[in-house]
């Protein structure tokens, strides 16, 4: 158990835990929330994920990081990841390529917000990678990367979550965001795309196979995307 471990370390400016064997640990929630001074990168890609079940608020609060990467977590047994990012305010880009989680089902705001947060998620995030997304069971996208103002580059190559039926709002008010290649996600299960691209104001392009057959609402889909020149989701 490392929850809370690093917990209101609010002067820790500098941490190196690449010697860490989490093979065993179940619970990393709120491990490194409110260390507000931690600063530059901070790379967990080389832990060991395979036991984790919840990293709720294990970044939260992390006011002065600019870099995050977590890539290669293989999460056999994750299932909770609300709260992951929240109130990380001076991040601006996020790695998380190549991340696998078989059981996880809800990722509805995982990365963007509700109207009603005070304390948004990367709300200063420019750079988005989440390749190579294994999520089987994944079904709630909804608002994934809602408000998320400063987004300019989103990659979301190999993202597979063939069982989502809910992307509403998914990139809606992504003011920033010009171009979106989303060739290789599945909709084939997708009931609900309302406002799924609203108010996404300077996007220009959209790519994807969209397959519609299961959708029921697809109200707002695209309004308000002033500068939306080519969409090609055959």
């Known amino acids: 158990n490392m929850s809370g471990m690093f917990s209101n370390c609010s002067n820790l400016i500098n941490i190196n835990i690449n010697s860490f064997d989490t093979s065993s640990v179940t619970d990393m929630s709120y491990m490194f929330s409110n260390c507000s001074s931690l600063e530059g990168t901070l790379d967990l890609s080389h832990f060991n994920m395979q036991n984790v079940t919840t990293v709720q608020n294990m970044l939260s609060s992390c006011k002065n990081l600019n870099i995050l990467k977590l890539n290669g977590w293989n999460a056999e047994k994750l299932i909770n990841v609300s709260g992951m990012f929240t109130n990380d305010t001076s991040v601006t880009e996020l790695e998380m390529n190549n991340f696998n989680a078989p059981l996880l089902e809800n990722l509805s705001s995982f990365l963007g917000n509700t109207i009603r947060e005070t304390a948004q998620k990367l709300p200063n ?35 597979s979550a063939p069982l989502a039926t809910d992307t509403s ?7 920033l965001l010009e171009s979106l290649d989303l060739k290789d996600f599945d909709t ?19 790519i994807g196979n969209f397959n519609t057959s299961k959708v029921t609402n697809m109200s707002g889909m695209f309004s308000n995307c002033s500068n939306l020149i080519n969409i090609n989701i055959n």
Do not use: H, Q
Request: charged share 20%; hydrophobic share 45%.
């Open 188 to 206: 084939s299960n997708v009931i609900n795309m309302l406002n799924m691209f609203e108010r996404a104001s300077v996007l220009k392009e959209i």
């Open 169 to 175: 709002y998914m990139f809606s008010r992504c003011g």
């Open 125 to 159: 995030a420019t750079i988005i990678s989440i390749n190579n997304w294994n999520i089987p069971k994944a079904k709630d996208l909804s608002r994934m990367f809602f408000m998320s103002n400063k987004l300019k580059t989103l990659n979301m190559e190999g993202f």
